[in-house]
């Protein structure tokens, strides 16, 4: 059975708060648990209404003191936003807290725009270049071997297993260099996930972590009873996506009865392109595209996503999607 982990952007639905949202992560992770997803992720984004997992390893804390077994960690943390010092402390924090259940991806994407990376950073000036250097050094945090006889209290020591997320080719190739773990974010940007996967996979370098390629990709499922009853939960993404790339980020809105068709051909074949790794429907067609997803990829473990406003719709989702996997697939 293909393993089943989970990505969870903490949305704010319409009417509701930052602490709804929260409480609703910590009570959907326990439930992935409960029905046997391998981890659950958070991810850093700034400066949106719609998202709650800003300070992320807070959020982290927070769902990881609501379970039990199941891996927590950022999917991802953006390195460039921070000093890899800082980043050592709070996931080493995490590790003493929750030891052997914690995951720390980093990525090299701001998470935010400009303005909001300004104020998180002050300064730009940075060389998102060094990206594979300042992951170096956070190891190098966690193994206790920091340059200038720095130690990182708590981190040194710390074993939270690290990834490098990419939506281009470029994590792909620091993957391999490293050999560490990879998750493609498929879940948005699918146009380069074939040729990233076959760049990790053909220059993989063995290493200390990892002896072979272990590859992860992201893949939208919104599961109901009935392909129109997922079609109507989709289409709170969905909406929530067109106001992003239109430049009007919102909360996540109330789903539309026939939304995807309201957008016209050609609004509808934005939200097909971009969101093509996805599987919407009942447990059947859930399970034969995650099926295809697997047999075209060959990764290791799916990242399923999805937004859905209704918290009760959205761990019926979890729970049919699992059973969905480890059913045989209809042919």
């Not at 992860?216 to 993404?237: P, R, W, Y």
């Not at 995650?290 to 075209?296: E, G, K, M, S």
Request: proline content about 6%.
């Amino acid at each position: 059975m293909t393993r089943l982990s989970f990505l969870d952007l903490v949305p704010v639905v319409e009417g509701g708060s930052v602490a709804q949202a929260l409480a609703r992560a910590a009570d959907l992770a326990a439930h992935a648990e409960r029905v046997g997803f391998s981890r659950y992720w958070v991810a850093e984004h700034h400066g949106m209404t719609g998202i709650a997992s800003a300070a992320t390893a807070v959020v982290i804390a927070h769902v990881a003191a609501a379970t039990r077994t199941i891996r927590v960690g950022a999917g991802g943390i953006m390195l460039p936003n921070h000093a890899p010092l800082v980043i050592a402390e709070q996931f080493g924090t995490l590790d003493a807290l929750y030891p052997g259940r914690v995951d720390l991806g980093l990525g090299r994407a701001p998470g935010s725009d400009q303005r909001v990376a300004r104020a998180l950073r002050r300064l730009l000036d940075t060389d998102p270049n060094a990206f594979p250097q300042d992951v170096m050094e956070l190891q190098s945090y966690f193994a206790g071997e920091a340059a200038g006889g720095i130690v990182a209290t708590p981190g040194a020591g710390a074993k939270p297993e690290l990834w490098i997320l990419g939506s281009s080719l470029y994590g792909a190739q620091v993957a391999a260099a490293l050999g560490l773990p990879y998750a493609f974010a498929s879940h948005f940007a699918p146009d380069a996930l074939d040729q990233a996967l076959d760049v990790y996979r053909s220059h993989f370098r063995p290493s200390a972590v990892l002896d072979k390629p272990y590859a992860m990709a992201g893949f939208n499922v919104f599961a109901a009873d009935t392909d129109a009853e997922a079609e109507l939960l989709a289409s709170s993404q969905q909406q929530s996506f067109v106001a992003l790339r239109t430049g009007n980020p919102r909360q996540l809105p109330p789903p539309v009865p026939g939304y995807r068709a309201s957008l016209g051909p050609q609004g509808a074949a934005i939200l097909d392109h971009v969101l093509s790794c996805s599987a919407i429907g009942s447990p059947d067609t859930v399970a034969r595209g995650i099926d295809a997803f697997v047999r075209r990829t060959g990764v290791d473990e799916v990242m399923v996503t999805s937004a859905i406003y209704d918290q009760e719709a959205r761990k019926r989702s979890l729970t049919l999607t699992m059973e969905a996997v480890r059913a045989p697939v209809a042919a």
